[in-house]
């Protein structure tokens, strides 16, 4: 079945520091791919996606890059803030399925 | 615009009871998805509901079962409780005839068996 892996935690930076989450996917299609941010306390919310090979999904200065050649994912942000501080989660979708998330991977800056 | 509703947001219950767990969706949604996120887990998927029936179902057995109400509204209902069911469940709310309509969820119940 589909799967989803991520890059163990947790991480932790200095502000304004470059960041990379490494996504890899397993899916016998061609799924969308998303990544998701929960806060401490609240539920998942939709960061960003992309839906075919080559799309660059981008929201509040993140970006992940859809490579099909790679099966990746891989969230980047040039310079992260302290607010950015969360567990970030990489999920597809395939046609007729439902979505399916990897296993989180907790990012801490620090000021 | 309201989100994505549940409740309670906090409940405790004993191994071997029962719990029913509630969700309203956002406006205008009229699928409900439940997970079961574990402790520094990613969301595990229950089932998903649309037009008051179950059309999917992940891998969880029959002491996970749901609803849906005519107004689109949900329940999750768990028997016999486990000390292994412990955990947060989400609900998100998506449209149907959108095949890549994003989950939006609800900040969850936590739910702790003892």
């Known amino acids: 079945g589909d799967s989803v892996t991520q890059m163990e935690g947790p991480v932790t930076l200095s502000e304004e520091a470059f960041l990379t989450i490494n996504c890899t996917y397993t899916a016998t299609g061609y799924p969308s791919l998303f990544w998701y941010v929960q806060y401490p306390g609240e539920g998942l919310q939709l960061l960003l996606k992309?839906?075919?090979?080559?799309d660059k999904g981008s929201n509040k200065g993140f970006e992940a890059t859809y490579r099909k050649e790679t099966t990746s994912f891989h969230l980047e942000k040039g310079s992260v803030q302290v607010s950015d501080s969360a567990v970030y989660f990489c999920a597809l979708k395939s046609e007729g399925q439902n979505f399916v998330f990897g296993p989180g991977t907790r990012l801490s800056v620090l000021p | 615009d309201a989100g994505v509703t549940q409740s309670p947001t906090h409940l405790i219950k004993t191994r071997g009871q029962q719990v029913t767990l509630r969700c309203s969706p956002k406006s205008g949604h009229d699928t409900v998805s439940w997970y079961q996120q574990a402790l520094g887990q990613g969301p595990q998927f229950i089932f998903q509901?649309?037009?008051?029936?179950?059309?999917q179902r992940g891998n969880f057995p029959d002491r996970f079962s749901g609803h849906q109400f005519p107004n689109y509204s949900s329940e999750l209902n768990v028997n016999a409780l486990l000390l292994g069911d412990s955990a947060l469940y989400l609900c998100?709310?998506?449209?149907?005839?959108?095949?890549?309509?994003?989950?939006?969820f609800g900040n969850g119940t936590r739910l702790t068996v003892t």
């Open positions: 992309a839906t075919k090979a080559d």
């Open positions: 998100a709310s998506s449209l149907q005839d959108r095949e890549l309509s994003p989950l939006h």
């Open positions: 509901y649309y037009e008051e029936e179950e059309r």
